[in-house]
């Protein structure tokens, strides 16, 4: 995804951020994947003051020069609880009261690979958050090129129950998912196809004038939220009979 959709990564991280706002949560440590230089730092920081916010370089960043890449991570040291920007992913020997996830899963090739290792480095009592494009983003230009060479599928774009299923098998504790649709509507068909590359929806090496373009000219986005709890983290994984459930979700009749 590329800085021509910055504006919407902004408005999901507004949505998540709104998300999380009844959940009673403190972090001190948290991790942001990416960073999308910057966005969700900052916003974070005004959100959980006095927390660390790590954040883990976006795809420009890792495709920069190592300079850029230093110079950033200098500049992080500078701000207050900015906290550290990885490049090389997150440590081994790292955790987190938070983790949270902007637009990012749906670029992966095995998104349960992605949420085990997040459990890992998830502290006790820890929260996942994510949003991701699900499986109906551009489903216009599929329908209006229905041989699709030219396109590509985004490999971790999921239906919501099979990411659900998989926070389950991956001892998370009450896992939430929902998904909304957003519409973008173009004036151009250049317009169209540039936010179609910038979505990974297209074909680097596709030339756009054997593209059919959908009529009328617009795309959905299907935007699935999820979070989910890492509660007893010590448990055997073979422990299928005991459920776990927080002290404030149990409630009076």
């Known amino acids: 995804m590329t800085t021509s959709l910055s504006w919407l990564r902004a408005e999901i991280q507004e949505r998540i951020l709104n998300k999380l706002e009844p959940i009673k949560l403190s972090p001190k440590r948290i991790l942001l994947e990416p960073d999308f230089s910057g966005l969700n730092r900052r916003a974070f920081i005004r959100r959980f ?16 020069t190592p300079f850029r890449i230093k110079l950033q991570q200098a500049l992080s040291r500078i701000l207050p609880n900015s906290g550290r920007l990885l490049d090389q992913g997150i440590p081994a020997d790292a955790s987190y009261d938070l983790i949270l996830s902007n637009l990012s899963l749906q670029s ?30 551009g489903k216009e230009l599929r329908n ?9 599928a985004l490999p971790g774009a ?13 001892r998370y504790s009450d896992p939430v998912m929902d998904m909304e649709y957003l519409y973008l509507e173009y004036e151009t068909e250049q317009a169209l196809y540039k936010d179609g590359l910038a979505l990974g929806l297209i074909s680097p090496d596709a030339q756009l004038d054997r593209l059919c373009a959908p009529s009328p000219l617009k795309l959905t986005l299907e935007i699935v939220y999820g979070h989910a709890w890492v509660l007893a983290k010590n448990r055997s994984s073979g422990d299928t009979k005991t459920a776990y459930i927080r002290v404030d979700a149990i409630k009076r009749k």
Do not use: K
């Open 158 to 170: 999921l239906d919501m129950h099979d990411i659900g299923d998989a926070l389950v098998q991956n």
């Open 108 to 137: 992966r090739s095995n998104p349960g690979a992605w949420l085990a290792n997040c459990h890992q480095h998830l502290t006790e009592g820890g929260l996942i958050s994510f949003a991701y494009l699900g499986p109906d983003t």
């Open 49 to 64: 003051p006095g927390a660390q916010v790590d954040s883990i370089a976006d795809s420009q960043i890792q495709g920069a």
């Open 144 to 152: 209006a090129n229905l041989e699709a060479g030219h396109l590509q």
